[in-house]
């Protein structure tokens, strides 16, 4: 048993290689908290995947770094709670999955590197590399789309996503298809339709998608299963899936025929593996999804998508996809659509330390020190 010593919390700001729309809005910069967390024996890295504002869930970068110093470091700081023990231990804060994740990552690279061990190995990781995909943000133009597509087809991402909204959709999707006939695509609206949508619907659903992801409200359950019905292309859930509990809700009521597994979105790596295992007893395929990652949160979504359910290619897209200089060593897309799952001990991944120093807006330090 080792004792959790100190916590850094750390606001960074980190360029992207180009906006990154969504129906929800639109970032140029991953703004995110890191943490740092320390104990007698080692050290464990943390990322945050709450972005500046509450656009994609209720979560935002304020609020977390709020409830990390307040809410959670006092319930874990010199204490020797472990990952195992840490949902227990911070049951007294309801909510607020994405600051817990953050902790959890932290506390089992800080353990699993004390261990010698991989976090893959530790989640139940089969596989060595990993399918990718990527996720492609809403452009101006139509040219500017298709241009986009064709460089990450060419850079050989195994399956292309569209983010959609209101006005900008079918007939974007269709020439997509049409310059791809054969290609793994899906899109995803971030909730941003209505279920008198249909016909929108209808239309991608003569497009031969791979899935459609979260077209509707995130607590609406019962109008998924209801539109699921309508078309044939699956329906796949992310925002609406807090939980393994939502997942099997989701999956029983025919809500959707996919799972977008996020550990932060969750509430960490240890239910996320829970939502995997929902899925692959209910012969439901899964995926692993992004919140646009520093090389940290990217280790540990790489980590995750080596679980024998996650059949589907995930939106764990290269360094290079988001950024010019990512805070660790970068991670390369094979020419074959895959990258490699970390084998190193905990995230096996460490930042440099001079590039986080460049990215960080602000650093609080909690406990003794
Ligand atoms: C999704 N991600 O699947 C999310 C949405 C998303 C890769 O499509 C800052 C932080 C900006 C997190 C933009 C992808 C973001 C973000 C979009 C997450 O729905
Ligand atoms: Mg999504």
């Known amino acids: 048993m080792s004792r959790i010593r100190n916590l850094d919390l750390r606001l960074i700001a980190l360029?992207?290689?180009r906006p990154f729309r969504t129906s929800f809005g639109e970032d140029t910069t991953k703004d995110a908290i890191l943490l740092r967390l320390e104990t007698d024996v080692a050290e464990g890295w943390g990322e945050c995947v709450?972005?500046?504002?509450?656009?994609?869930s209720e979560e935002f970068n304020e609020e977390a770094w709020i409830t990390l110093r307040d809410h959670i470091a006092p319930r874990i700081l010199d204490s020797d709670i472990s990952s195992e023990e840490l949902a227990d231990a911070l049951a007294g804060v309801r909510g607020h999955p994405m600051a817990k994740a953050t902790v959890e990552m932290a506390l089992l690279d800080?353990?699993?590197?004390?261990?010698?061990r991989s976090l893959a190995e530790h989640l139940g990781a089969e596989r060595d590399r990993v399918a990718c995909g990527v996720s492609v943000g809403i452009t101006s133009t139509v040219e500017e789309l298709l241009r986009q597509v064709e460089g990450y087809v060419?850079?050989?991402?195994?399956?292309?996503?569209?983010?959609?909204?209101p006005g900008t959709?079918?007939?974007?999707?269709?020439?997509v298809r049409e310059a791809n006939p054969d290609m793994l695509l899906s899109v995803d609206a971030n909730a941003a339709y209505a279920p008198e949508d249909v016909d929108v619907f209808r239309a991608l659903d003569e497009l031969e998608l791979l899935m459609i992801e979260q077209p509707l409200f995130y607590e609406d359950l019962l109008q998924h299963a209801k539109l699921q019905r309508e078309i044939r292309t699956p329906l796949c859930l992310d925002e609406s899936i807090r939980s393994a509990a939502d997942a099997a809700a989701a999956i029983e009521l025919g809500a959707c025929r996919i799972v977008n597994i996020k550990q932060g979105r969750v509430g960490g790596l240890l239910e996320a593996k829970r939502v995997h295992d929902v899925g692959l007893s209910a012969g439901v395929p899964v995926w692993c999804g992004g919140m646009l990652e520093t090389g940290i949160g990217r280790a540990a979504n790489?980590?995750?998508?080596g679980l024998p359910g996650f059949t589907l290619p995930g939106d764990t897209s290269a360094s290079r996809r988001y950024f010019r200089e990512d805070l660790t060593d970068p991670f390369?897309?094979?020419e074959d659509g895959t990258m490699a799952v970390p084998a190193g001990p905990g995230l096996g991944?460490?930042?440099?330390?001079?590039?986080v120093e460049r990215a960080t807006v602000r650093l609080e330090r909690l406990g003794k020190n």
């Open 110 to 116: 800080a353990e699993l590197r004390a261990a010698g």
């Open 50 to 56: 709450a972005g500046p504002e509450p656009g994609y």
């Open 154 to 165: 060419s850079e050989g991402y195994q399956r292309i996503k569209l983010k959609i909204e």
């Open 15 to 17: 360029p992207l290689v």
């Open 349 to 355: 991944v460490v930042p440099h330390a001079d590039r």
């Open 169 to 175: 959709d079918v007939e974007r999707v269709r020439a």
């Open 332 to 334: 390369v897309l094979d």
């Open 302 to 305: 790489l980590a995750l998508a």
